[in-house]
């Protein structure tokens, strides 16, 4: 996953230094909210099996009922990585420590600066 992160920060520094002029934001909140949850998709599959899942959600804090019913779900990875389970063990703050950058967090840098404010 490290060099997943490292191609996603080095495409999105310069995604954004090309669509960061636009003054736009409507979209930015919604490509944010579907990278994190494809973000979270990719480690549901890096996982494969059920008692993976279970064992490592239950260590970023999922409820093990919860983290049970979700890895022996039968449902695909994209429509589990918005589940409860997955999203309150791989919280956005987890994402963040793990490496992830905040689409919404560099479009407010380009058009509010720290000096600007």
């Not at 990585?81 to 309150?88: E, H, K, P, V």
């Not at 905040?102 to 380009?110: F, R, Y």
Request: charged share 25%.
């Amino acid at each position: 996953m490290e060099f997943r992160f490292a191609k996603l920060t080095e495409y999105l520094r310069g995604w954004m230094g090309y669509f960061g002029i636009s003054e736009l934001y409507a979209p930015i909140p919604e490509v944010d909210h579907w990278l994190r949850r494809r973000v979270r998709m990719c480690h549901w599959k890096q996982w494969r099996y059920c008692r993976t899942k279970v064992r490592e959600l239950t260590k970023l804090g999922t409820f093990l009922r919860t983290a049970i019913s979700a890895g022996m779900s039968r449902k695909g990875p994209w429509c589990l990585s918005r589940t409860l389970a997955t999203q309150s063990g791989m919280t956005n703050q987890w994402l963040k420590c793990q490496g992830l950058l905040s689409v919404k967090d560099l479009w407010v840098n380009i058009h509010y600066p720290a000096t600007a404010r």
